[in-house]
């Protein structure tokens, strides 16, 4: 059983597509093709169920995905225990990260981590979903960590490391009839139309849950992926914000107010898988981000 087939297997079964899986491998769809029924001919079973419109995994598929991911695991740390032996890490460390994330010195933090191990290829991405994207990413084992913003409990099969916390403060236009305030309550926000970041994303769930506790409704106008850039539509009177007082340094013409009546504190948090262990690379990244900021 050639390991690169197992390969080919489990990113179909991830991505259910033998184009994407391909994309994703860096290699033809042909050799994805081929390999995965090379895998099915040996093992003497379907496992994945082809039309001409999607693919989905088999019941044989399903049960075999867990063995073959326990397999390929076995085989990283049998190449990391080697590496390490002839002098550094070496593999692929996959991580994910929010389009703001202003509170840490992400780029930092990497480049410590490249320095002290040169041999290992960094692979940062980010998703249009938010950290709900990252966090189904990291359980999917699609990246293996992730920075995330994601309020009250761990989801499935991930662990959620706290590494800053950023309270959300209140954006309004200067001429805006609430300006001249000191404070403001969550409940008094009713009515008013809102920027605010797409579902997914961790600031928009803060606030969600904010409201939520206090029984106030409120309507969202105008969704932004990046928070940097929502001052902006507030300075030109499309709406008011709450937005992580990280996002809110070297801002102007723009009123900010903080907010009581409800739990408004933006979390920062390293994802990692609660259901498998690490390889080595990625747990020497988690070691160095630990190291510095919890």
Known sequence: MELRHLEYFVAVAEELSFTAAAARLHVVQSAVSAGVKALERELEATLLERTSRRVDLSEAGAAFLPHAYATLDAA???????????????????????????????????????????????????????????????????????????????????????????????VLPTDHPLAGATTVAVADLAGYDFIDSPIGYGNRAVADRAFASTGTTRRVTIEVTDIATAPSYVRNGLGIALLPRFALHDIHDVAVLPVTGADLVWPMSLATPSDRTLGTAASALVKIIQDRLT
């Open 76 to 170: 990283r740390d049998a190449r990391d225990a080697l590496a390490q032996v002839h002098g550094g890490l070496r593999g692929t460390v996959r991580v994910g990260t929010m389009t703001s994330v202003g509170i840490i010195d992400v780029p930092g933090l990497l480049g410590d981590y490249h320095r002290q191990h040169p041999g290992v290829l960094l692979q940062l991405s980010a998703v249009p979903s938010g950290s709900l994207g990252l966090v189904q990413a990291v359980a999917e084992r699609r990246l293996d960590l992730a920075f995330v913003s994601i309020p009250g409990e761990n989801p499935p099969h991930v662990t959620l490391t706290d590494l800053a916390r950023e309270p959300m403060d209140l």
